[in-house]
């Protein structure tokens, strides 16, 4: 799971073909702090998802654009189109049935 | 999976009563829908846990859940649907799986109340929060309204105060004003007991009924933590009711 910053997002996100899974979050956020590992673990068991996090006070304007209005936010992309947003922590499962859809 | 007691939620409450199920040498599971800490994983600094001045609510809820694990206590991340009681024990059935057990112990915490269906509509598309500190970031130099009027709604506004531009305060029935971009929620909390409501005795506000016990009114449930009907809900209740209803559990096994 990379970090990234607006800068990299088209090219990262919205050009990539795939499933890409990503997690608004901040330093101060404690539930963003819980939520990481089990982002990371995601990460190494589903090798077809691309997770990526976006860091909400580095990156403001990306997080306007998105309409992120509380964090942790999880946005997924499928070839570059959001298909599912949900807020708060999220177990494996959840996250798994997102992707699936 | 037959396990002797299932704790019904991993916040302060259902993890201590864990740790006590499992020292006291029975086998015990946790089930959690979102993540283990409760409401606490919001707070930034707690300074009334004895031991560890000024700990994120996030670092605490993990440093308890490294010690779950230390004691080889399985937690289970699945939202409890239904509770059952049988000629056995229980059947507790999750959105995936089903398990079964002897007793059970209730420690699924309170929610924030929701905005009210008028106010909701009102909010229109606005972003609706229900935690200052987690949300107000996002609001930097933009005006925002609080709703509430108790110790919760004034805390959040001295919060919001040095973040938003304005920072408007209205009461639970009030009109929202028009140019705020944010809600911020202030106006109690709601149990958590909806799923057990034909299970044991609530109260009139949906807090499960029992004395300092932690006894609920059907035989092998026990209650622990804020969802219980008692005076005073903090962290260090939470635990001690975690202990308590623990011990009753334990109690309750032994003489069935």
């Known amino acids: 799971m990379k970090d990234i910053n607006e800068g990299e997002f088209e090219a990262e996100v919205l050009n990539y073909k795939g499933t890409v899974l990503v997690d608004f979050n901040a330093d101060w956020c404690g539930p963003c702090r819980m939520f990481r590992p089990i982002l990371q673990a995601f990460a190494k068991q589903h090798t077809d998802v691309k997770v990526v996090g976006v860091n909400i006070d580095d990156n403001d304007e990306l997080a306007e654009k998105y309409n992120i209005s509380t964090i942790p936010c999880l946005v997924v992309f499928k070839d570059g189109e959001e298909v599912a947003r949900k807020e708060g922590v999220l177990p494996e499962k959840k996250i798994l049935k997102m992707v699936e859809g | ?256």
Request: a negative charge.
């Open chain 2, 1 to 256: 999976m037959k396990y002797d007691v299932i704790v019904v939620g991993a916040g302060i409450a259902g993890m201590t009563a864990a740790i006590y199920v499992k020292r006291a040498g029975k086998s015990v599971l946790v089930l959690e829908s979102v993540i283990h800490g409760g409401q606490i994983i919001n707070t930034i600094g707690i300074e009334n846990w004895p031991g560890d001045y000024g700990v994120s609510g996030a670092d605490l809820a993990g440093k308890i859940y490294e010690q779950l694990g230390k004691l080889g206590i399985e937690v289970e991340y699945s939202e409890v649907e239904t509770i059952e009681k049988t000629s056995e024990g229980f059947t507790v059935k999750t959105d995936d799986d089903e398990y079964s057990c002897g007793a059970v112990i209730l420690a699924v915490g309170t929610e924030p109340r929701r905005l009210s269906e008028k106010q909701a509509a009102d909010a229109g598309k606005r972003a609706v929060s229900y935690c200052a500190t987690c949300d107000g970031a996002l609001y930097k130099g933009k005006p925002v309204v609080v709703v509430g009027s108790g110790n919760t709604a004034k805390h959040e506004m001295k919060y919001l105060e040095n973040i938003a531009s304005k920072v408007y305060h209205i009461h639970h029935d009030e009109p929202i004003p028009k140019d705020a971009e944010a809600v911020f929620v202030a106006i109690g909390r709601t149990p958590n007991t909806k799923f057990v409501k034909d299970l044991v005795d609530l109260n009139s506000e949906g807090y499960i009924v029992a004395e300092e016990d932690c006894i609920t009114s059907c035989s092998g449930v026990f209650v622990a933590g804020d969802c219980r009907t008692k005076q005073v809900r903090q962290l260090v209740t939470a635990a001690g009711d975690g202990s308590v209803a623990a011990e009753a559990a334990i109690d309750y096994l032994a003489k069935k």
